[in-house]
Structures are given as structure tokens and as C-alpha cells.
Nanobody, 124 residues
Framework: QLQLLESGGGFVQPGGSLTLSCTVS????????IGWFRQAPGKDREKVLC????????VLEASMRGRFTITRENGKNTVYLEMQHLRTEDTGTYFC?????????????????WGKGIRVTVSV
């Protein structure tokens, strides 16, 4: 069983930056992809970024391209989501999840383990 712990959320003004962290503990040797999803108030959850154990990353959705990056420290089983030039529409709850990078994240067939989510608020 895996446990995922997200940190780094909070309040930021438009144009600001935040870095979210997700640390995975437990049977981490089976972890392939570690990714981020987000859910804005009143909207469906959407994919953000995922990275597999070899460093492969998905292509970002256009609204996040050039602003969000993902990195992974395999030795620490930690993934970082760096968000820059934040916009009010980036507000939401951000979830970390693990699963098969291609099947689970890219094709959308579902991730295996989820964190509880962390709140990001972008507002004046």
C-alpha cells in the first residue's frame, strides 16, 4: 500500500508562484507514474502533469503550458509541481496520484493511489 502526502499549497496573488510537493511512502519500488490532477470549484477533475520513473512527462494542456513543470527525485520518492505566473483560473484542489504512466494517466484509465488533495487559491 502506498501513502501520498501533498504539501506546498496556499494562497497566492495572480502572477505569483507556488511549488507543490508529493512524497510517496510505502511500497515505492512498484511506483511508475506520479502525477498531479486538479479540480476547480464546480468543475470536473482534470489532468495536469505526470512523470514516470525514467523522467518521461506528458504534454501539458495549452492553458498550463510554459507555466507548470514537474520534476521527480526518485531517491526521495518525491515529485514537485512548480507553478509560475499563476492565474485565478488555476484555483482549485490539487491531487497527487500514482499509477501506470501511460495507461493510467495518459490514456486516462485511472490511477491507483491518491493523496487527499491540497488547496491552491489564486486571488487578489
Amino acid at each position: 500500500q502506498l501513502q501520498l502526502l501533498e504539501s506546498g499549497g496556499g494562497f497566492v496573488q495572480p502572477g505569483g508562484s507556488l511549488t507543490l510537493s508529493c512524497t510517496v511512502s510505502g511500497s515505492t519500488d512498484v511506483v511508475d507514474g506520479i502525477g498531479w490532477f486538479r479540480q476547480a470549484p464546480g468543475k470536473d477533475r482534470e489532468k495536469v502533469l505526470c512523470i514516470d520513473k525514467y523522467g518521461t512527462r506528458n504534454v501539458l494542456e495549452a492553458s498550463m503550458r510554459g507555466r507548470f513543470t514537474i520534476t521527480r527525485e526518485n531517491g526521495k520518492n518525491t515529485v514537485y509541481l512548480e507553478m509560475q505566473h499563476l492565474r485565478t483560473e488555476d484555483t482549485g484542489t490539487y491531487f497527487c496520484a500514482t499509477g501506470n504512466y501511460f495507461q493510467g494517466f495518459v490514456l486516462g484509465n485511472g490511477m491507483d493511489h491518491w493523496g487527499k488533495g491540497i488547496r491552491v487559491t489564486v486571488s487578489v
